[in-house]
């Protein structure tokens, strides 16, 4: 082919004016899908920064740090106009989320799981109707508008309501009112054998832990234990505030075999004592200073024992031993560990339910309360005895020294400082000095020489010491019988003999025995000190520290 003609042939496209319409449709279709997906691409981009960073955040949230692009920490100052990775791996990203969300399911479950058991604790607590709000006996209502006043009854049996258990009987009552404002609580310890005179009651059924349609009639010269007796939470209640003035807007009542059994069920508690606890009564407690796991048997020697000489007094010792248990019990029962244990909740809550009555007052109030009291000693916390009688009178019961116990209501009420009439120690102020006293010692225990080896013990802490005999014949009870012109030296001796138990005998005068039974033990107090003689103590020890 000639040159020219190839030339040509060359030419004729490059010549052509215009393309065909469906070529020129085809190039502006390419352009604009060239630049969608451009377009879409720049969007995914930026979607999945801000996916990444929403992650990061969530993992944050978690405690986690997550690494970027090429294996770096995400800055302040990045760029998010970066191009992405060319193939960017999702797992990483999805399984930190899965983490974040089965954390927080696992929390939510959690909590779940303590509230719901919590509520079945609450549950089981079983009401009565034991507050009187409206009762005439309170006085200074207005003053004491805001304030907590909470009577807490330990009871050896019967408030369980079963009737399996007879014998019921009130062991201690105790009144604590904390002020409005936070910043004092006082504890005072009301003898069950204080002499009242009982406000008429509805009759208490102990068994079924419920009211009779029945009235019980007034009774004067009886005891403060009574009421529970016979009348039960509300003649509880209404004796208290009848005695005290103060408005009662909390009860609670806790049977001592049910609170064994709570701790049986919680594997034991935790408590801490300063110096060891050895009770004249019932011997060795807990042995040793410091922290120490209590099982349920132990748990209840521990909350009866009330004769231990190293006690400043034996209210103090019982009342602080007391609150130590119920704070390590109740904490123990409301803690993550009990929560998210079915089966364990179950045996708290079993013997919950056979132990506790309560009105206006759940598990997390009685745990609050006993937290703040178990330190009596603690700053803002006072326990005080009721100033009553050093010895019964001839009905057996203690006498209330109305005008000191007077001043410390009206001071309690009053939020005032309490009077110094009733902060000192119990019987101390009014016992006879030694030198003032002279006793008769008599061995009704059967054991040889044991009237005259106390009769020395107690000349040389400087008590005149009369006869020295055999007793007219045995006795199981270690007694101090006396006249009632000897009250007050029957006290004093009374205070060196934890055992020994008053007896008053009306037909006589100058009078004074102290009859050694066959539970005596040997120990005597020395006046001054507290501590037990001639047997040594652990009083001389230095003391544990416990928060």
């Known amino acids: 082919m000639a040159p020219g003609a190839a030339e040509e042939t060359v030419r004729v496209p490059a010549a052509t004016p215009t393309a065909p319409p469906a070529a020129e449709a085809a190039d502006e279709t390419a352009a604009r899908t060239a630049e969608e997906v451009e377009e879409t691409t720049a969007l ?10 929403l992650t990061r955040l969530t993992a944050a949230h978690a ?18 106009s970066a191009e992405a990775p060319a193939t960017p791996t999702r797992r990483p990203v999805l399984a930190v989320k899965i983490l974040v969300a089965a954390v927080a399911f696992l929390l939510f479950a959690g909590t779940a799981l303590s509230w719901g058991a919590l509520r079945w604790m609450e549950s089981t607590v079983r009401p009565v109707d034991a507050l009187d709000p409206t009762s005439g006996s309170i006085v200074d209502a207005a003053a004491q508008a805001g304030d907590d006043t909470v009577v807490v009854l330990g009871t050896a049996s019967g408030s369980s309501g079963d009737t399996a258990r007879t014998g019921t009987r009130t062991d201690t009552v105790v009144l604590t009112h904390v ?20 406000p008429p009651c509805q009759r208490w059924d102990q068994n079924a832990a419920a009211y009779l349609d029945e009235t019980v009639p007034a009774e004067t010269r009886t005891t403060l234990g009574s009421a529970y007796e016979v009348g039960g939470p509300r003649c509880t209640v209404r004796a208290v ?11 609670v009542a806790l049977d001592m075999p049910g609170v064994k059994d709570m701790v049986d069920a919680l594997g034991g508690v935790e408590v801490c004592v300063e110096r060891p606890v050895v009770d004249d009564r019932l011997g060795p407690v807990v042995p040793q200073a410091g922290t120490t796991t209590l099982d349920g048997e132990q748990a209840v020697r521990f909350a009866e024992a009330s004769a231990v000489p190293t006690d400043s007094s034996p209210a103090f010792g019982q ?9 390590a019990v109740f904490g123990e029962a409301l803690s993550t560990r009990v929560l998210l244990s079915p ?26 309360l006993s937290t703040a009291q178990r330190r009596l000693d603690a700053d803002g916390v006072t326990f005080v005895p009721l100033p009553v009688s050093g010895v019964p009178n001839t009905r057996g019961n203690l006498e209330l020294r109305t005008g000191d116990a007077n001043e410390l209501f009206s ?20 016992a006879a000095a030694p030198d003032s006293v002279t006793v008769d010692v008599l061995n009704a225990a059967g054991r040889d020489g044991l009237a005259t080896q106390i009769g020395t013990t107690l000349r040389g802490l400087g008590y005149g010491v009369g006869a020295v005999s055999n007793a007219p014949e045995p006795s199981a009870d270690t007694l101090v019988k006396f006249s009632p012109d000897r009250s007050a030296q029957a006290q004093a001796i009374a205070g060196l003999v934890p055992t020994a138990r008053l007896v008053p005998d009306t037909g006589t005068s100058g009078s004074l025995q102290l009859v050694l039974g066959t539970s005596f033990d040997g120990a005597v107090r020395t006046p001054a000190l507290g501590a037990v003689a001639p047997a040594a103590q652990p009083a001389t020890a230095p003391p544990a520290t416990c928060d």
């Not at 995914?44 to 960073?53: F, G, K, L, Q, Y």
């Not at 009342?319 to 119920?326: E, K, N, P, S, Y």
């Not at 179950?346 to 997390?364: E, F, I, K, P």
């Open 44 to 53: 995914a981009s930026r979607v999945r920064r801000i996916d990444e960073s």
């Open 63 to 80: 405690g986690m740090a997550l690494q970027t692009r090429e294996g770096e920490e995400p800055g302040p100052d990045e760029d998010e």
């Open 179 to 198: 002020a409005a404002s936070g910043d004092r609580v006082v504890t005072v310890s009301l003898p069950t054998d204080l002499e009242i005179n009982r």
């Open 241 to 251: 505030q009848q005695l005290t003035g103060l408005a009662v807007t909390r009860f």
């Open 319 to 327: 009342a602080q031993r007391q609150q130590r248990l119920l704070a």
């Open 343 to 368: 089966g364990t909740t179950r045996d708290v809550v079993t013997a919950l339910g056979h132990s506790m009555l309560a009105d206006n007052a759940g598990m997390q109030d009685l745990l609050a």
């Open 411 to 430: 001071a309690i009420r009053k939020d005032r400082p309490l009077p110094e009439s009733v902060t000192a120690p119990a019987g101390r102020s009014s």
